[in-house]
């Protein structure tokens, strides 16, 4: 049953007289309380964040001299008490609520200052489940929840960005907030707790293992109001989870525009593919268009990369996200400028390439500290209508995956390294994706048809138009492998990428016709291997 409201109007200016400061994260507490003082403000504040101020030398009450009661259980409790959460939930214009102050001998609390203790840092570092559980903070979402609830007449921060506002609203307001920046401050201070409290279930049910919890919340920190979404008429912003993983939303912009939404979503798909490639084998360069490749390949270096990723399709990579998974070099730097790309993304940069990509004001130039790691656990989230669907990460790579050999002839040592480096890419490409590669480079690829013989022809087309444009003899399918993200429903499929040239194909295998297509493959004379494992991608 609801709670009935009595309907007493709130002020719209309230006086700041008595402060409470109980902070984790002290960045600008003393600055912020200094300032207060000076107005005349009473300072409560508990442990560290008392001895903080007094050690500043400012007159701080402890709040156990308020509440009568000292800081017990190593500190788990000293603010669950009446005299603190009186002071707050009073509505002061209340008489009822009046009396009961007067009774019980409360004064009220205008300003709340907290942060909560580092829950989400000391789950992100593995402690143990005992310091992880430690850091969970009762006291201070109560005073949060309890001062915005009250924002009628309390105002509350747990950000210390907010300090400098709340200064100069107060000076503003005569030394008094405003209703206006009350409401401001209580969403705010709402949307923290319900983070924090995500944060918590979130560990509970990862360290625990619940696949599919009863509840389950996501929360996310604002990094950036984008200008609109994938269109224009669409409003969107960038939130960072938090998540410990290299890629776009905690990538250092160096250079160029902001990032619009299609930029985010398409540059994070060009990172996470080109991710799969570890490093110390090859350099490895994708263009993405459209959260789909466009062209993928390895070489000894990344121009070298660059030229045979970009004659896969020459003319989708117009407008494109280029991302390496090296240090970004001059040479690849210079090829990269060459043509028109929206963004580069890279782990590192070097000094000459930073040169060269800055003649290029509008290009923007992402660097992450490093490779995300493809093996990495996580969730996905996509919304429908009415509800949100889930997942785990896919993580699946076909390095760790035991290949079945189905047909009478084996793959050569060279056709298998194709067919890995095909399986890696198609893992990436809409579904139903058909990858063609040729000596470690993408030759054709067919995404998100909805019949796999199109993806198949539609990646020969492609082939074929890049050959004409070089003036090539026949197309680089040719004596090429094919792999597919999902089984073979009939043979006419992989008779296309027969048609195409390839000589090897790898796919998960489990249709109910699979006979047939082996058979069919047998035929043909070419190789086949099955993963035992899907990458649709929708």
Same mark, same amino acid.
């Given at each position: 049953m609801a709670v009935a409201s009595k309907n007493i109007p709130a002020p719209d200016s309230v006086p700041v007289r008595r402060a409470l400061l109980s902070v984790s994260d002290k960045t600008g507490v003393v600055d912020l309380a200094t300032a207060l003082a000076a107005r005349g403000v009473e300072l409560l504040s508990t442990g560290g964040t008392a001895a903080a101020l007094k050690e500043a030398g400012l007159a701080v009450r402890d709040v156990s001299q308020v509440t009568g009661f000292p800081e017990i259980m190593d500190g788990r409790v000293k603010t669950l008490h009446p005299s603190v959460h009186g002071a707050l939930l009073a509505i002061r214009d209340d008489p009822e609520h009046q009396a009961a102050m007067a009774e019980h001998g409360i004064e009220p609390i205008d300003l709340v200052v907290i942060n909560l203790y580092p829950f989400e840092a000391v789950a992100a570092a593995n402690a143990s489940w005992a310091q992880t559980v430690e850091n969970i903070d009762i006291g201070g979402p109560a005073m949060i929840r309890a001062a915005a609830k009250n924002h009628a007449y309390v105002a509350v921060t747990t950000d210390p960005a907010d300090y400098a506002d709340?200064?100069?609203?107060?000076?503003?307001?005569g030394g008094s907030t405003s209703l206006a920046l009350r409401k401001q401050l209580a969403a705010r201070a709402f949307a923290r707790t319900a983070a924090y409290d995500s944060a918590i279930s979130a560990w509970y049910a990862r360290t625990l293992e619940i696949d599919a919890p009863n509840q389950i919340a996501f929360a996310g920190k604002l990094a950036e109001a984008l200008r609109y979404g994938e269109n224009p008429h669409q409003k969107a912003a960038l939130y960072v989870t938090g998540e410990q993983r290299p890629g776009v939303a905690a990538a250092r912009q160096l250079q160029g525009k902001a990032l619009s939404y299609n930029n985010i979503n398409?540059?994070?798909?060009?990172?996470?593919?080109?991710?799969?490639? !570890? &490093?110390?084998?090859?350099?490895?360069? $994708?263009? #993405?268009?459209h959260a789909n490749p466009c062209g993928v390949a390895s070489a000894a270096t990344l121009g070298e990369a660059w030229d045979r990723a970009l004659a896969c399709d020459p003319v989708s990579a117009f407008g494109g996200i280029v991302a390496v998974n090296r240090?970004? !070099? &001059?040479?690849?730097?210079?090829?990269? $400028?060459? #043509?028109?790309a929206e963004v580069v993304i890279a782990p590192a940069i070097e000094e000459g390439a930073a040169a060269l990509l800055a003649q290029k004001k509008n290009l923007r130039v992402l660097v992450t500290g490093g490779l995300a790691d493809p093996r990495a656990p996580g969730l996905t989230a996509k919304t429908i209508a009415g509800g949100l669907l889930v997942q785990t990460r896919d993580n699946g790579v076909v390095d760790d995956l035991e290949l079945k050999l189905v047909t009478r002839r084996a793959p050569s040592e060279a056709e298998l390294a194709d067919l890995r480096f095909a399986f890696r890419v198609a893992k990436h490409v809409k579904s139903n994706a058909i990858v063609y590669v040729r000596d470690g480079a993408t030759v054709g690829i067919g995404a998100g048809q909805m019949s796999r013989v199109d993806s198949s022809r539609i990646a020969a087309r492609k082939a074929e138009d890049a050959a004409v444009a070089v003036g090539a003899s026949e197309p680089a399918t040719k004596g090429s492998v094919v792999a597919s993200d999902a089984f073979f429903p009939f043979a006419d499929g992989l008779l296309a990428a027969v048609a195409a040239g390839a000589t090897a194909v790898i796919q998960p295998g489990g249709s109910l016709r699979d006979k047939e297509v082996i058979a069919a493959a047998d035929e043909a004379g070419i190789a086949m291997v099955f993963t035992g494992m899907r990458h649709f991608r929708h």
């Open positions: 709340i200064l100069a609203a107060l000076e503003a307001g398409d540059t994070d798909a060009a990172f996470e593919l080109v991710s799969e490639f !570890d &490093a110390a084998r090859s350099a490895t360069v $994708a263009i #993405i268009k240090a970004l !070099d &001059a040479e690849a730097a210079e090829k990269i $400028a060459s #043509i028109f």
